[in-house]
């Protein structure tokens, strides 16, 4: 569905709800002493998946019922491209540390945005708001289409070292089959090899140039999202929904203490 021909300014919207995309795959569930479970993964395809997930980049786990959906859990990955620990990331909001509104507050990294994109400073910042609001887009798409659509968008994010990249992420929210808690999971992979900074930049001055350069990512983005949506991507929400389950336990259980008191 990513290459049907979209009104430009529908794009984005079309990419995480397009009609052809089929709905997300969930597990069997079992009794178990009165409750609905889901089955353990055996260790080894949970290993797979995870080493499978790594490979496609990073992954972070956020907090769809809290306000920014804050960073519960950081993939592997993480802290060899951004050179942050998980432990500086959780419970912050992504784009405070690594994305638009950092880049937004401290001048030295907008002024990196300004150079390798050959603009100015103010071109620079009203640029990288409008890729900012884009990721806003595609994170209130993914909100909406819970469960069955990936919200789609390419940002500008920064390393600790200082270096600004382009980024491609993929956001996916779940709710877990047993708990009713609600997750988002956001898939980020360093593209600048294959879109420049200053391609990105270039086309952050309107929708049509944006949706365009999504466009033209089309057979990238469709395998990316055939790894989350597609047939076989069971394993793939099983191993994400147990990893919720370690993640949000505390949070789980706090709320159920509320609710009983």
């Keep these: 569905f990513w290459l049907k021909q979209f009104p430009a300014h529908a794009l984005v919207t079309a990419l995480c709800t397009g009609a052809s995309s089929p709905p997300i795959h969930t597990h069997t569930l079992h009794k178990s002493g009165g409750a609905m479970t889901a089955p353990k993964m055996k260790s080894a395809v949970y290993a797979r998946v995870e080493d499978h997930l790594s490979s496609e980049g990073v992954f972070l786990m956020g907090d769809a019922q809290a306000m920014g959906f804050p960073i519960r859990y950081a993939s592997p990955g993480f802290e060899q491209v951004y050179g942050y620990t998980a432990a500086e990331i959780v419970g912050k909001k992504c784009g ?63 390393k600790k070292g200082g270096s600004i990249f382009v980024c491609e992420c ?34 952050a001055t309107s929708d049509d140039a944006y949706a365009e350069l999504i466009r033209s990512r089309g057979a990238s983005l469709e395998r990316r999202r055939d790894v989350l949506l597609g047939v076989g991507s069971e394993n793939v929400v099983r191993y994400l929904h147990e990893k919720a389950m370690d993640v949000f336990s505390l949070d789980i259980w706090r709320t159920l203490r509320n609710d009983l008191i």
């Excluded at 103010?122 to 909100?143: I, S």
């Excluded at 929210?173 to 999971?185: D, E, K």
């Excluded at 898939?187 to 090899?193: A, E, G, L, V, Y």
């Design 96 to 158: 405070d540390l690594i994305g638009g509104p950092f880049i937004l507050s401290h001048v030295d990294s907008l002024a990196a945005v300004a150079t390798g994109a050959g603009v100015s400073l103010k071109e620079a910042e009203l640029r990288v708001r409008f890729l900012t609001a884009k990721a806003g887009e595609a994170c209130n798409v993914m909100m909406a289409c819970s469960g069955s659509r990936v919200g789609v968008s390419l940002l500008l994010n920064r």
């Design 170 to 203: 993929l956001v996916l929210n779940l709710r877990h089959p047993t708990l009713n808690w609600s997750y988002c999971v956001g898939f980020q992979r360093d593209i600048t090899q294959e879109v420049p900074l200053r391609a990105l930049v270039t086309a």
